[in-house]
């Protein structure tokens, strides 16, 4: 029993929350905002090593920290016009400090998907989070 709770009490977890809306409003400009957070408890992490990248068809887009928020990450995307769902994901990298030595490790979102939606002909438009 006392090494269970060893072994509990060394793990650490990290989890990516979706903050993006499963449906967005058609755009003119044809750029989207998507949105997560990321929260980690290994006190290795070197939060200063932290690139975000949302991956949509095959690019990488890079996400910025937002000012009023730690840990929330941020970015437009591009949605070529006429597309009405697209898939994407989450990719978090970032370094950790070992002992006598540095580390590199990543953490991959499941799959997320957004509609593209046209207030015109929807009426009242309420946005739904996942």
Not at 34 to 52: C, F, H, W
Not at 70 to 90: A, K, M, Q, S
Not at 96 to 113: C, E, F, H, I, N
């Amino acid at each position: 029993m006392g090494v269970m709770v060893f072994l509990l009490a060394g793990c650490t977890t990290s989890t990516i929350t979706n903050l993006t809306p499963r449906e967005l409003s058609w755009s003119q400009t044809g750029l989207y905002q998507v949105e997560a957070m990321y929260q980690s408890n290994q006190r290795t992490l070197d939060t200063g090593s932290i690139k975000p990248i949302v991956i949509f068809n095959n690019q990488a887009f890079p996400m910025r920290q937002t000012q009023l928020t730690e840990g929330r990450w941020e970015t437009l995307i591009p949605i070529p016009d006429g597309t009405r769902v697209i898939n994407y994901h989450f990719k978090f990298d970032y370094e950790y400090s070992a002992v006598l030595m540095r580390g590199a490790d990543s953490k991959l979102s499941p799959p997320y998907q957004l509609r593209i939606v046209d207030d015109s002909t929807t009426g009242n438009f309420l946005m739904r989070r996942e």
